[in-house]
């Protein structure tokens, strides 16, 4: 759910004429050059251009906002893959304060999750998961005492195996050497248990099947969005297209921080000076920069990254990457009376109305996001029609009177780093060996899953790294700094 994919929209590298470059680096100070324009890259830049530095920023697409996007199909807007947040995502949520975007991807006001089990010998049958004014753990007490999905035993035991996640330490590396479906199984968790609720939330979060993960990551989000704080789990959504926030408005927050930002222009290489600058070579010119951010994914990283820059360049191609579908339906008529709702006892995942945001005036949009889809990815169009609708029309009675007007897929095969065990091993912090080169993205140390929280707070601590390393003050970072740092 956290990432996704649409149709090739990158252009080809494009020779940038000298003087659109040197315009953005005639002043005087020091200056920094962001590589990358996803979420870390244009956090970086902000963060440095708030912090007094001057920013160019660098993307090879024709957009900003990196995984994160929007396209058009159409007379349709359609995100790439559905995104979601939730309360405790501080870091994403400073970024939608900070474009000026967050009355467009509103929180829920309370926690509440539709699972439909369609799988049942009585039929389809609907539960909940939703909190109480309550505080932690008795906030999730009466939804789970009633939650249908689970028997009686299956519920006293999640309670159990949630007391005993809260008391882990997400500072203890050998957590990272665990999965967590070992860990899970050894503390009483039943084939249903998982299956209806630690997997129902872990493989939208994390993108991997509990059996799959470092127990490190998983207890990093359970703990913190089930266990910290009652309103955590609450979760957020763009009402809008994602390119209006993750493009639009951040090409404005950027502009006017006096970030210079150029689209369609990709960094083929990185060398330091002899004076301990940099020179960043894009097709037709070459940049001076007193510090460099490279906010572009793993494998890209290591092709740029100069000799000597980490101790192991390697680990960098040893990080795994796992995949995303987004199945999308158009229906003549409505057939799902809710935001959205996830489900039991079919492939189907998570199932959310697009409808309003993607501009349609007649039917119903519906996007499903199916993650840690390993089998699934490079299915054929028409296979995975006739797998779905079937489903859909198994778990929304609306839909077995309606026609189908459209029928699509996005898909990203490299949506996210895969949260396998040892991961945390193979994360490199935002500091380099060479000094004024920082990393940033959301498969970097940040403690947190490949998200969009992952991703700004990556940026955060880069910029925070790169000041250091310019000799500015970090004090205009934001609050969470020292936790991304």
Known sequence: MTHGHGPQTDGAPAGVPTRALSEGTASSGRHAVV???GLAGVTAALALADAGVRVTLLEGRPRLGGLAFSFRRGDLTVDNGQHVYLRCCTAYRWFLDRIGGARLAPLQHRLDVPVVDVDK???RRLGRLRRDPLPVPLHLGRSLAAYPHLSLADRAGVGRAALALKGLDLADPALDTQDFGSWLAAHGQSARAVEALWDLVGVATLNAVAGE????LAAMVFKTGLLSDPGAADIGWARVPLGELHDGLARRALDSAGVRTELRTRVT???QHGNGGWSVQVPGETLDADAVVLAVPQREAHDLLPAGALDAPGRLL?????PILNVHVVYDRKVLDAPFLTALGTPVQWVFDRTEASGLQEGQYLALSQSAARDEIDLPVAALRERYLPELRRLLPHTRGAEVRDFFVTRERTATFAPAPGVGRLRPGARTRA????????WTATGWPATMESAVRSGVGAAGAALAALGRSRDRLPGFFEEAA
């Not at 040893?318 to 796992?322: M, P, R, S, V």
């Not at 000094?435 to 959301?442: T, V």
């Open 35 to 37: 590589v990358g324009g």
């Open 435 to 442: 000094p004024g080169l920082c990393l940033a993205g959301a």
């Open 121 to 123: 010998p009585e039929g």
């Open 269 to 271: 290489s990185l060398s």
């Open 318 to 322: 040893e990080i795994g990457t796992a």
């Open 213 to 216: 993960t470092s127990l490190s």
